[in-house]
Nanobody
Framework: VRLVESGGGLVQPGDSLRLTCAASGFTFSNYHMSWYRQVPGKQRQLVARITTSGSSTDYADSVKGRFTISRDNGKNTVSLQMNNLTREDTAVYYC?????????WGQGTQVTVSS
């Protein structure tokens, strides 16, 4: 099983980034998928999640209206479009399988929002 995140980087406040997670080694379309983030010294936080078909999504209050999760079951990818980024969005972002309890994790990608 492999989950590989990409798309992180250093951006300025107000900018956008798109994270993508490529999955392999399991039947991707059978799994709900999630994005989490973690800041050093703090617990990992659920950011967004999406059902197997993509018909339902859920977001943390702090990102509602700014972030959009989507998936492509034909390409085994899940993405997180992040708009109007703020310094508080700075974190390592992780892709994970599952809705309420993650089973598989990616290695994470750093997102830094700074002027």
């Amino acid at each position: 099983v492999r989950l590989v995140e990409s798309g992180g980087g250093l951006v300025q406040p107000g900018d956008s980034l798109r994270l993508t997670c490529a999955a392999s080694g399991f039947t991707f379309s059978n799994y709900h998928m999630s994005w989490y983030r973690q800041v050093p010294g703090k617990q990992r936080q659920l950011v967004a999640r999406i059902t197997t078909s993509g018909s339902s999504t859920d977001y943390a209050d702090s990102v509602k209206g700014r972030f959009t999760i989507s998936r492509d079951n034909g390409k085994n990818t899940v993405s997180l479009q992040m708009n109007n980024l703020t310094r508080e969005d700075t974190a390592v972002y992780y892709c994970a399988s599952g809705w309420s309890r993650a089973q598989y994790w990616g290695q994470g990608t750093q997102v830094t929002v700074s002027s």
